[in-house]
């Protein structure tokens, strides 16, 4: 039995108890009268008290009937096994709210059909049950991909094969399983003032353990509890069956430097899960690359197939990562796509990594030595040609040298590292200006190489680039030391090299190399002023001098998005012979803070359902902008506008408008395209993956799923072992209300009559 | 002469609200007698005590005045009306001043039963002593507590209804004991009029009740009295009509009883109707009139029942001779 309002019931049934009460009651207040006829009151009292206790039973039960029967009526009784072969529950109207599971775990394959096809079968078969049953009924259909946007309603079903063919015509999304945001729309639905009646919501979904960890389902069971507060009855079935056979998952694709540049090689790693039943052997991983065409090409983009890479068997829950270096042949954007062979759940086996390869790094080299009569007795002609031997940038890095003069004057934004030479300070009047704008450049997440001289001026950096703490530089300087006897001269400590990209030059046998490398003079530091806070992070040694004070010789800062490196020494081998280290150390040190402090690429690859957004610069600002998605042609390009307020005036971010793109329910890789008026056009890729939590395809227990939703009031059906019965049989959902109300009256009636007829109200 | 609205004015007094604000016993009586009176198309003063007989052939010396006129006109005969003796009618009634005769229905205007049968009695009496019949008293409880003898003296009024106004009903019934007693006392034969509502007690005795009652009345019978019983009752004790939980507390001490009235209407009133009707079965089968009589019921039904009983006494002494 079900009511809408099951206090209400509570509270009439403990009423029905009132007729007994006020009959107990009244045995104790009486009026007194004196009587002389007693002997014939007591003649009749005698002849007929069985007769009347009978009647006084018989009073008091219609009176307690219709107290329950009214109780009933006003708790809105919504029926029973019983009553729902009765036919007079028709037309009484209820909300019914189906909830499909669209997520991509079920597309589980069993036996030649999917979960997903099992569900919408059984779906379909109660829609039709109930349009037979009831036709008055508010229907609303969501699927858990699009909760906001329901598939039908909330409306009565006229049309009942029209909407059986378009919920036939469902796939699985490529979403992961999200009945929070269901249950909350199916609670506005509910809360529509059209909804009356029963309410009553249906989920079919395969409920994995993976999704009903009660430490994330916190949301899900105050959402759930608030449906119940409403009266809504709720019918679980659940579709989760173990994996039988392989299911390997693309659990990650991510690129490991900040950027990735043409030509050189990239970094890649892949991790695969295997959430299969057994650790059998996988396939292997077969690698794609979609990247711009050479000029003069047919198509805009070409396509590559790059080595597959073997994967060992994985045990069972287990993963395996692979290393792969990728070289991406032309700067523009370029997606990775990693495939693994189709298993019992095929959508997770690829994944993809949208990248934005650039032609190469730009570095500003602030040579603190522009006065120089012989090119080789710059500050900067070893650190340049470290970064670019060629002078042609083929190697992935375009240097530009300035003085420091021209340093106020340059916009920093365009590179993606800032190394300051020897440089003495700022030119005077713009110290402050141009530290601020350096500040805000590495905050911002660009990359800051500072390496000491004979020209810097300390007071300068202590009071600017130091700042007491605040600056990117990490520690306050003091003068530079001198070794004392140059047939002793110091060097960098094996022992004190962090283990940090950075330095990983001098980690493991190549420690040995530090022998060979003799530092002359440094430039010392206050080790005490180390200073730590929001913006400018406390500074890490990596490595040390081997001098008495075991002083510091390379500092990394995070600063703000950005970092720091700042190496005690000079950038030319005026005060070491690090240069000509046959270890070659100096320059892999070189490139590998290159690649620490260059600037991160933006992200580009998220989950399936992550927005895509972009900002517009301000060459792109009159661009048409349009987005494809991985399912087109079948579904059509896509026009984004500008993101705008209510009046219609863009809305900034980062002081620029951007464009977004809601629902990115697909896996795949999404290409926009900014068309310019001078018909020029600019492309981007953004990868959406498939959440690999969703491949554990672990069923959840009905304990785990009452944990998950927080209560265990609602019809369960395990659809791995047996067949699905009509959901509606207990006849909840019909109302009787009208009905109670009839047999109140009917009973006050009998009531009456039979008052009378027993005499004990007067006619 | 009266007239008509003096008519009207008298005939109110037989209305029980309104006896029920006169205190005064004996003015009741004779203003509920007036009123009767003035209501009958003739005189009752001919006719009640001075009976015709039959005709005989006239003698010399026969008092002229009472030679019949109307046959010497018809027939041309002369013939002499002859009338029986002139006796006074000796009338005794007995009033019940048990406990039972307390009770009067709920309101300022009603009187008890003992009220009202007192009223009976002293009207009868005013009416029987206003026609020079004499006329006596007994009342009783579970004793006689008072008896004045019968007579016609002008004063006895006043004694009867003295002797009414001091009693108050508080004890129980006895009364076949004092019916017995009262016959012995009443010895010259004449008219018994019992006055009573009859209810017994509850105790054993009750369920011989009415025999008991009958043996009594069969003791007047027995000394050739004309016995009639006037049964009062309260409109209340005839109808039932009560209603919520009431506690009923027998007078005379008869018991306690709480009940839904409405629930035992029906079977009390049949107990009350049985009762009356076996009373009255058997005060037939036994030449006893008998008259049951509601404390709402206008004092002439009572009065009525009074003469229409004594003519009929005496058409059956007629029919004796």
């Known amino acids: 039995m079900a009511f809408f309002h099951p206090l209400i019931f509570a509270t009439g049934a403990a009423a029905a108890a009132a007729p007994i009460i006020i009959h107990l009651l009244n045995r104790r207040r009486f009026k007194i009268r004196d009587w002389a006829a007693m002997k014939f009151l007591l003649d009749a009292m005698r002849k007929n008290r069985r007769r009347i206790q009978i009647e006084e039973i018989i009073l008091m039960a219609i009176r307690t009937l219709a107290i329950l029967m009214l109780a009933l009526a006003i708790a809105r009784f919504t029926g029973c096994a019983a009553l729902n072969k009765l036919t007079f529950g028709k037309g009484t109207s209820q909300t019914v709210v189906y909830v499909l599971d669209d997520s991509y775990s079920m597309g589980q394959k069993i036996s030649g059909s999917t979960l997903f096809n099992l569900a919408l079968t059984d779906m379909t078969e109660q829609l039709r049950k109930r349009h037979q049953v009831d036709q008055t009924e508010r229907v609303v259909v969501l699927t858990t991909s699009r909760p906001d946007d329901p598939l039908f309603g909330p409306a009565n079903v006229t049309e009942i094969e029209s909407l059986i063919n378009k919920i036939k015509a469902l796939q699985p999304s490529d979403m992961r399983t999200s009945l929070e945001g269901s249950l909350s729309a199916a609670r506005k639905a509910f809360e529509d003032p059209q909804a009356q009646g029963a309410r009553k919501i249906c989920i079919f979904s395969d409920f994995r353990r993976s999704d009903l960890d009660p430490k994330q389902t916190e949301n899900l069971r105050l959402t759930f509890k608030s449906l119940e507060q409403i009266g809504v009855s709720t019918s679980v079935v659940n579709y989760g069956r173990p994996c039988r056979g392989t299911n390997l998952t693309m659990q990650s694709i991510e690129l490991m430097d900040k950027s990735a540049v043409a030509g050189r090689p990239s970094r890649i790693a892949f991790t695969v899960r295997n959430n299969g039943a057994s650790s059998s052997a996988a396939g292997p991983l077969q690698l794609s690359l979609r990247y711009p065409a050479p000029a003069g090409s047919k198509d805009k983009y070409a396509a590559m197939s790059l080595p597959s890479q073997k994967i060992p068997a994985i045990d069972p829950a287990g993963t395996h990562r692979i290393e792969y270096n990728v070289t991406p042949p032309a700067a523009g954007p370029t997606v990775l796509t990693a495939s693994l062979e189709e298993d019992e759940l095929s959508l997770d086996n690829s994944a993809s990594l949208s990248l934005d390869v650039k032609d190469a790094f730009k570095v500003l080299v602030v040579d603190g030595r522009p006065d120089y009569a012989d090119p080789l007795e710059s500050e900067s002609i070893f650190f340049r040609t470290v970064l670019d031997p060629n002078d042609t940038g083929d190697k992935g890095c375009k240097p530009e040298v300035i003085t420091p003069e021209v340093l106020p004057g340059t916009r920093l934004g365009e590179y993606d590292l800032v190394a300051l030479l020897n440089v003495a300070q700022f030119p005077p009047g713009s110290e402050e200006a141009t530290t601020k704008v350096l500040e805000e450049y590495v905050a911002g997440g660009g990359g800051l190489m500072i390496f000491a001289g004979d020209r810097l001026n300390i007071e300068f950096y202590n009071k600017y680039l130091y700042a007491d703490g605040s600056g990117p530089a990490p520690y306050k300087l003091l003068n530079p030391l001198t070794c004392p006897d140059k047939r002793k001269p110091w060097s960098i400590d094996a022992s004190s090299i962090a283990n940090d990209h950075a330095v990983r030059t001098f980690l493991g046998p190549r420690s040995a190399l530090l022998e060979g490398i003799h530092i002359y003079t440094f430039q010392a530091c206050d080790q005490g002023s180390a200073k730590s806070g929001t913006v400018a992070k406390a500074p890490r040694v990596l490595a040390r001098f081997t001098d008495s004070n075991t002083s510091p010789a390379i500092i990394a800062r995070p600063y703000g998005k950005g970092g720091v490196v700042m190496v005690m020494t000079t950038a030319c081998p005026r005060w070491h012979d690090w240069i000509s280290d046959p270890g070659m150390t100096y320059v892999e040190f070189v490139m590998d803070c290159l690649n620490m402090l260059v600037r991160q690429q933006r992200e580009f690859t998220e989950l399936v359902g992550r927005k895509i957004q972009t900002e517009l610069a301000d060459d792109l600002k009159d661009a048409v902008v349009t987005l494809m998605t991985p399912r087109y042609p079948k579904v059509d390009i896509l026009n984004l506008q500008p993101v705008s307020d209510k009046d219609g005036k863009p809305i900034l971010r980062d002081n620029k408008p951007f464009v977004q793109y809601d629902n990115p329910l697909y896996a795949g890789y999404y290409a926009m395209m900014f068309s310019l008026p001078d018909k020029t056009t600019r492309e981007m890729f953004f990868s959406r993956n498939p959440d690999p939590v969703e491949g554990e395809l672990a069923p959840g227990r009905p304990e785990e799923i009452q944990a998950a939703l927080g209560s265990s009031r609602f019809e369960y059906v395990d659809r791995s072992g047996s067949s699905l019965r009509d959901m509606f049989a207990s006849g909840e959902g019909k109302e009787y209300w009208i009905w109670a109300i009839c047999a109140v009256l009917a009973l006050l009636g009998v009531e009456v009559f039979l008052g009378q007829r027993f005499g004990h109200y007067t006619n | ?321």
């Not at chain 2, 019940?96 to 009223?119: I, N």
């Open chain 2, 1 to 321: 002469m009266v007239t008509e609205q003096e008519k009207l004015e008298l005939h109110k007094y037989l209305d029980p609200r309104v006896l029920a604000k006169i205190s005064r016993l004996d003015l009741l009586a004779r203003l509920v007698v007036e009123g009767f009176i003035s209501g009958l198309h003739k005189s009752p003063f001919h006719g009640f005590s001075v009976e015709f007989a039959s005709h005989r052939e006239y003698v010399p010396g026969d008092d002229l005045k009472h030679l019949d006129w109307k046959v010497q006109a018809k027939t041309d005969r002369l013939v002499i009306k002859q009338y029986e003796e002139e006796t006074n009618l000796k009338s005794t009634f007995i009033v019940d001043v048990s406990e039972s005769m307390r009770y009067k229905r709920d309101g300022k205007e009603s009187l008890t039963k003992y009220h009202y049968a007192c009223a009976v009695a002293a009207s009868l009496a005013h009416l029987l002593l206003h026609q020079q019949d004499s006329c006596g008293l007994a009342v009783f409880d579970d004793a006689l507590k008072a008896y004045v003898p019968s007579s016609s003296n002008t004063n006895q009024i006043k004694s009867i209804c003295h002797a009414l106004d001091v009693q108050q009903p508080k004890a129980k019934t006895a009364i076949e004991p004092i019916l017995h007693a009262i016959a012995e006392k009443v010895s010259r034969r004449g008219m018994i009029c019992l006055v009573s509502d009859l209810f017994p007690g509850t105790g054993p005795e009750a369920d011989n009740h009415i025999d008991s009652l009958l043996r009594g009345l069969q003791h007047f019978r027995h000394y050739d009295h004309e016995v009639m019983v006037l049964h009062i009752m309260d409109e209340d004790e005839l109808d039932f009509s009560f209603q919520g939980n009431t506690m009923f507390n027998g007078l005379e001490a008869t018991g306690r009883l709480t009940i839904e009235p409405r629930s035992l209407r029906e079977a009390y009133l049949t107990e009350v109707d049985n009762f009356c009707r076996e009373v009255k079965r058997k005060c037939v089968a036994n030449r006893i009139d008998y008259k049951r009589i509601s404390t709402a019921d206008y004092l002439d039904a009572a009065l009525c029942s009074f003469l229409a009983a004594r003519a009929a006494a005496a058409r059956k002494a007629s029919a004796k001779r």
